[in-house]
Each structure stands twice: as structure tokens, then as C-alpha cells.
């Protein structure tokens, strides 16, 4: 609502943003990251979704129309540039202790403790990249800051990182600052997060975990590396938590480890690596990161035939998370849930001629919900004028959204089989698989090769 208001005040059309009570702080916020020090804001006090008719009436009448009347007649304010230390400047003197709590009272930090960022430990990172640190890489929303090769490298020490996870960690940045990724969302109230899946040689090169308690913190590379992007979201996007930060997740949870997938399992079944699948060419080095808003529960599946295997993870993830959140990816036209595989139930699959083309179709066929649920979903999330007929109407989606006006008629979870992103990873003896769901077009998978430095095998074998 903001970001419209500012597009239209600089088309020179008046405007004032209704705002809900809580998001005030971040609506100024983000103003001021955009320009603005001042933009009319009218406060619509408590939360909409939750008020009654006569409530909702007495709130519009009481107060709400006068405060966007004194709002178009109000002046706006361009905001003047906040100084902010050059890459090399010394911002802080001082003990271990000393230096932990000015990062956290500066809310430089994640509430963990730090690796204090010295210059020294920063060119220690810049020596596993041939690019130059001033390298912009590019300008990350909601705060327009620039990033670059020299505060990846920052971060990157910050979060406990080795110095030799630097080209991965450039390959984060490049990603996540691509405007197809929509890094400036990722305040918003369902709060998801990043999650970083690495593919290639690189993942035995720097010691990912790939099996057992493959998404548990405790690998220092897997741990490491979804530490730095949280901060990096951080420090350089600024998306922080209240007070005074631009992050409205309204539970949300903590970052993701990265996600390395097992690429010995998968040859050897003759399937396609997650990143070939994703465009790149096999045996690259790749990451790609993509957003994640729910996460399901540990799927246990059985039986002879593949489809019994399948159609578990249809009834508890596809019906579950997925379904509840489908009306998202069906509003956007964008969507990219992704599920994990142990390597017993993509070998278990491949015997009997199964591959991750075959598992896809079988869930975008046989994942279905009722339209009426999809429907009261996204009104009570705030899309009330969400309509699949319209949509149908509209040419955003296929004839089979709407066959008829029943509630009852069912309708594909999944848009795309293609959109359904597949990983191989973790124990190799358990029958478990996990859902992660994505936050429509928040977030949409991008990838990005790894590029090492010339020196790259000389620098590892030191």
C-alpha cells in the first residue's frame, strides 16, 4: 500500500495509504527508506479482518474518513540521505563483550553472538574471489542499500562462515538481489524465510551435509551459510524485527540451514539434479534460493507400488500446507513448493520407473481441494474480493478452476506439475519426506551459478 502511494506521489497524484494499527511504524519506515520522510497515513485502529459489521462502520465513521481527508490535504516530505561508515572504516573499538553488545544495540546482529568483522578476517574472505570488493552487486529493498563483494564478505565473517564459502555466499546476493526474487517482501506478515539449496562438486568440496539431519544446524557449512543471509537481510536490505524494523512476520520462525542435495543418490538412480532441472548444466556448481512460509511434518511413507508412496505425501502435504496456502499461488500465478526426498523414496520410486517428472504428475493430478475452501481461505487472510471464477474470466486460470459455481467441486492444488521443485537429501535409511512451501511470486526460486576464483584448488588445498 506504501510502495502504491509513493508510485503515485511521484506521478504527482495525491494520495493516503489506510493502514492497519500495527503497521504504522513499518508504513513510515518504509516511506523514509524510499524517500519520503513524511506520507499521509490514515490509521484504521485494530485489526479489519477481525471486526464485526457495526464495528468496522463505526471505525470508517468515527474517525478513519476525516484522518484520509487531513491526509490529502497534508504535505509531503522528501527524506534527506542518512550518512552511513564507508566499507573500510573502523566503526567500533573495543573487547569481545564490548563489541557483541554494540553490534546488538546497533541491531547489526541476529541476538546471537558475532564474529567481529576486522578488516583482517574480511580480506581473508575477498582472497577466495577474483571480483573487486567496491563490486556493486546490486541495491537490496526495503532500504535501498547497495550490496556488494566487500559486505557479503562482512556478513559472511559475522556469521561464522569460512573463508572459503565465499563464492557461495556472492551467489546468495546475486540471488536474492534480483528483482524477480522480491527480497523487499520478505517483511511481510506470514513471515517466511530464504532457504539456500546447493548443488554440485561444491558440496563435498566444503563439507555440506547432504544425509542425516541434513537440515539441522550443526554442519558448519549448511549452518553457516543460512546464518549469513538472515543477516545479510539484515544489514543490508534492513529487514529487522520491531522495535523499529520493517519485518511484520507476525509469528514467523528462525532462518533455514542450507539444503545441500545428495547428487551421488541421484545419478545413481539416473534422475536429474535439482539445478538441472533448474536450467544449469550438470555438474556446475549452483545455488538457488527460494522462499519458504511453512514447513510440514515428517512424512513417513510405505508400500509396493510408487503411487502408494505418493499418494501419502499428497494427503498429508499437498492437502495440508499446500492447500491451505494454494489460493495464493492461484491470485499470483506464481508458485514453487518443494519437497524433499530421503534416498530411500526416490530409490524405492525409481525401481519402479518412476522419476521426479513421473512424482510431479502425480501430485498436480491427484491434489485437489474443495474451490469454497480455497475461497474462504484467502478472504480471511485479507483477499476478499478473491474470486476463482473471475480469475477464469480473466484468463489467469485454466476453465478447470471454475467447471461450475459449486463450493464442493474440486480444483488442482499445484498449478504447474513443472513449478513442484524436488531435492534428494537426508537420512539414507529412513522412509521420510518434508514439504516446504513457498510464498507465491515472494520469493520464487532464483538460481545462480558458483563462480570460483583461478586459484580456486590451490586456495582449498592450503
Known amino acids: 500500500m506504501v510502495r502504491a502511494s509513493i508510485t503515485a506521489e511521484k506521478a504527482g497524484v495525491r494520495s493516503v495509504s ?48 476525516d484522518r484520509i481527508v487531513e ?7 522528501v527524506a534527506s540521505a542518512v550518512a552511513e561508515p564507508a566499507p573500510r572504516d573502523v566503526v567500533f573499538t573495543g573487547d569481545l563483550a564490548a563489541v557483541q553488545e554494540h553490534f546488538y544495540q546497533n541491531m547489526w546482529s541476529d541476538g546471537l553472538p558475532i564474529i567481529p568483522p576486522t578488516v583482517e578476517k574480511v580480506a581473508a574472505f575477498l582472497r577466495f574471489t577474483d ?25 559472511g565473517v559475522m556469521a561464522g562462515c569460512r573463508p572459503e564459502y565465499m563464492p557461495v555466499l556472492l551467489a546468495i546476493a546475486e540471488a536474492i538481489a534480483e528483482s524477480e526474487f522480491r527480497i523487499e517482501d520478505a517483511g511481510s506478515t506470514p513471515g517466511w ?33 543460512g546464518r549469513f543471509l538472515r543477516l545479510y537481510m539484515r544489514n543490508i536490505a534492513g529487514l529487522r524485527i520491531a522495535p523499529g524494523g520493517t519485518d511484520k512476520g507476525t509469528i514467523a520462525y528462525t532462518f533455514n540451514v542450507a539444503l545441500a542435495e545428495n547428487e551421488d543418490v541421484v545419478a545413481e538412480l539416473g534422475w536429474k539434479p535439482f539445478s538441472v ?24 511413507v510405505g508400500g509396493e507400488k510408487a503411487s502408494d508412496l505418493a499418494q501419502t ?5 499437498a492437502k495440508g500446507d499446500v492447500a491451505a496456502w494454494a489460493y495464493t499461488g492461484m491470485a499470483c500465478g506464481k508458485w514453487h513448493p518443494l519437497l524433499v526426498l530421503s534416498p530411500s523414496i526416490a530409490m ?27 475461497e474462504r481461505y484467502a478472504w480471511q487472510m485479507g483477499a476478499t474480493s478473491f474470486s476463482l471464477r473471475r480469475m477464469v474470466e480473466k484468463g489467469k486460470l485454466p ?40 510464498n507465491h511470486e515472494q520469493g520464487v526460486p532464483v538460481s545462480k551459478q558458483i563462480t570460483l576464483p583461478g586459484n580456486w584448488r590451490t586456495l582449498t588445498k592450503g
Open 193 to 225: 524465510e530464504p532457504l539456500v539449496i546447493v548443488n554440485g562438486p561444491i558440496v563435498k568440496d566444503l563439507d555440506f551435509n547432504c544425509e542425516s539431519g541434513a537440515m539441522r544446524v550443526g554442519r558448519q557449512a549448511n549452518t553457516s551459510i
Open 399 to 438: 476453465s478447470e478452476y471454475h467447471a461450475s459455481d459449486d463450493p464442493e467441486r474440486m480444483v488442482p492444488i499445484f498449478l504447474r506439475p513443472e513449478w513442484i521443485g524436488i531435492v534428494v537429501a537426508g537420512d539414507p535409511g529412513r522412509n521420510q519426506a518434508r514439504g516446504y512451501t513457498g
Open 313 to 317: 505425501i499428497v494427503d498429508i502435504w
Open 277 to 300: 532441472e533448474r536450467g544449469l548444466g550438470a555438474g556446475e556448481n549452483v545455488v538457488t534460493v527460494q522462499s519458504v512460509v511453512a514447513i510440514s511434518l515428517p512424512i513417513y
Open 131 to 155: 571480483r573487486s570488493p567496491d563490486e556493486v552487486i546490486g541495491t537490496l529493498l526495503p532500504e535501498k542499500r547497495e550490496a556488494t563483494v566487500w559486505n557479503v564478505a562482512v556478513n
Open 71 to 77: 491526509g490529502l490535504a497534508s504535505d509531503v516530505e
Open 348 to 374: 524405492a520410486m525409481a525401481r519402479q520407473g518412476w522419476t521426479k517428472d513421473d512424482l510431479r504428475r502425480y501430485l498436480f493430478e491427484q491434489a485437489k481441494m474443495p474451490a469454497g475452501v480455497a
Open 18 to 65: 489506510v493502514v492497519s494499527s500495527s503497521f504504522m511504524a513499518q508504513g513510515r519506515m518504509v516511506a523514509r527508506a524510499l524517500g519520503f520522510s513524511s506520507l499521509p497515513l490514515a490509521e484504521y485502529p485494530g485489526v479489519i479482518m477481525l471486526d464485526e459489521e457495526a464495528e468496522f462502520r463505526k471505525k470508517i465513521e468515527g474517525g478513519l474518513v
